[in-house]
């Protein structure tokens, strides 16, 4: 007869033993603040689905309370299967002889995400299918620019750039929480000409992202305008050709600006909603804006360079769109990770990062960089398609 690790092992599971689902289904309970009063029965894989359940017992009545499904691949707990929180405290309520609590409907509660720090190598039009519904709070993101360096050639029309990102963000819908903001950062993109008999085009990308965003169910919010210091645009090569001669109809000004597009998941709640059903009133009191907050949406920021990565954005920008559109301990993500930068930021202010990036050099580079972004915790990072944060040699 198999054992339990024996067909997790054979079916190339994640999870692949009773102390790995236990071990998992701990941080959903923590989240749930019930790790005092619940506390965990024999787990059973169940291969036909492929998933584990984790029985929930009371620790004083030791009846049983309900369940934690986990997705064996990929060590997500399903919260659509999983006991929701306010019937666990329902219950532990109604058999310590108190009232029953009225259990809201599921689309009317604040659903705190039980998502570790996550690293994923692959397609990120994949890899969101296989993360929960509802699991993240913030997406930020900076999409590959369309055929704007060598590195960037991976289209070969338009047409099908944006068909791409189409599918991001229509995946992408399913995966944010309720009326949440997915932010992105685009600006228009020079393709230079092929030889001297061509004229340079310049393609408005911002403009075709908002149609895309509004026909995938979102709802437009602010366009930010990151501007950078004077003559950081100059490397285009844009407007020499009117500096030297002046001549009418040939001026192109330099671009030193970039948007920062915020859209929000389409609902029919309002943004209060998000604040005052938010179960942790001291979180959302720690994530208060202080008094020096940017007053208008023209944010003046230097660009950052790294010899790493082509176009990388300033941990700057990403630290300001992370205070102003999540909470302390929100889960943010980012599809096109690059080398982490969102991480990095996300983790300096309390948040869990889920980083979604292709291109396995960088994958190497985010493992190695969010040593120094977690200490300890890097070891608990939830890794896919690629291998676990190394952290046992680091000196902490």
């Known amino acids: 007869m198999l054992t339990e690790t024996s067909v997790s092992t054979k079916r190339k599971y994640n999870v692949l033993d009773v102390k790995s689902a236990k071990k998992v289904a701990s941080f959903w309970l923590e989240r749930a603040k019930l790790e005092n009063a619940i506390e965990f029965g024999l787990p059973e894989v169940d291969d036909r689905y492929h998933i584990w359940r984790v029985p929930l017992v009371g620790k004083t009545s030791r009846d049983r309370m309900g369940e934690v499904v986990i997705d064996a691949y990929t060590s997500f707990i399903i919260e659509d299967k999983s006991t929701n929180s306010e019937v666990l405290e329902s219950r532990l309520l109604g058999r310590n002889g108190h009232n029953k609590t009225k259990v809201k409907k599921q689309n009317d509660t604040y659903v705190l995400s039980s998502l570790r720090n996550t690293i994923a190598q692959g397609d990120s039009e994949e890899l969101l299918q296989e993360l929960p519904a509802g699991s993240v709070n913030l997406i930020f993101t900076s999409p590959p620019y369309y055929n704007a360096r060598p590195e960037y050639t991976d289209y070969i029309t338009y047409e099908e750039y944006l068909l791409k990102i189409r599918k991001i963000i229509q995946n992408a819908h399913r995966v944010l929480s309720e009326g949440c903001f997915f932010v992105m950062n685009v600006s228009p993109v020079l393709v230079r000409r092929a030889n001297r ?147 990095k930021a996300a983790v300096k202010l309390n948040r869990r990062f889920v980083l979604l990036e292709q291109n396995p050099k960088y994958i190497f580079i985010i493992r190695e960089e969010a040593k120094s972004w977690l200490g300890k915790e890097a070891r608990q990072v939830h890794t896919i398609n690629c291998a676990p944060v190394d952290a046992d040699n680091m000196l902490f």
């Open 197 to 343: 008999n061509e004229a340079s085009r310049r393609i408005a990308v911002p403009f075709d992202m908002h149609r895309l965003f509004i026909e995938e169910g979102y709802d437009f919010i602010d366009d930010i305008i990151w501007e950078k210091p004077e003559g950081a645009g100059w490397a285009t090569g844009r407007g020499r050709r009117f500096a030297a001669d002046r001549n009418p109809l040939q001026y192109k000004p330099v671009p030193v600006t970039e948007y920062i597009l915020v859209y929000r998941k389409h609902t029919d709640k309002l943004i209060d909603w998000n604040i005052r059903a938010h179960p942790e009133k001291e979180t959302v009191k720690a994530s208060k804006i202080g008094d020096n907050y940017d007053r208008t949406n023209i944010w003046k920021i230097t660009p950052s360079h790294d010899q790493r990565h082509p176009a990388i954005f300033p941990v700057e920008l990403a630290e300001k769109v992370i205070k102003y559109y999540s909470f302390k301990g929100d889960v943010v993500l980012d599809p096109f990770a690059g080398i982490g930068t969102v991480g």
